[in-house]
């Protein structure tokens, strides 16, 4: 069997001065990232956030849809959907 992996959907909210998780928002969490969202900026910003909230290395979590827009899908690998949300929780 291989390495566990959960889909996490974000709300993200670019060019905040206050970047970090905000909390639950919906089916999915809410965070804002201090990157302006052009040239990919923004989704770099997002991955590293979230990558150092849930403890992985930032190679782990890639966007897999949304790349454009606010509301993304992400994939975190290494981690079980129950795991990302207790460690996103705490």
Do not use: C, F
Not at 6 to 28: A, F, H, M, N
Request: hydrophobic share 40%; glycine share 12%.
């Amino acid at each position: 069997m291989g390495r566990p992996s959960t889909r996490l959907r974000l709300r993200v909210i670019p060019s905040s001065d206050r970047p970090g998780l905000v909390g639950p928002y919906g089916e999915g969490w809410k965070l804002r990232v201090a990157a302006v969202p052009e040239r990919g900026k923004a989704n770099q910003a997002t991955l590293e956030l979230l990558a150092a909230t849930l403890g992985v290395e930032a190679g782990d979590v890639r966007v897999v849809a949304g790349h454009t827009a606010r509301d993304k899908t992400v994939e975190v690998s290494g981690l079980t959907t129950e795991e990302a949300e207790r460690r996103l929780s705490a």
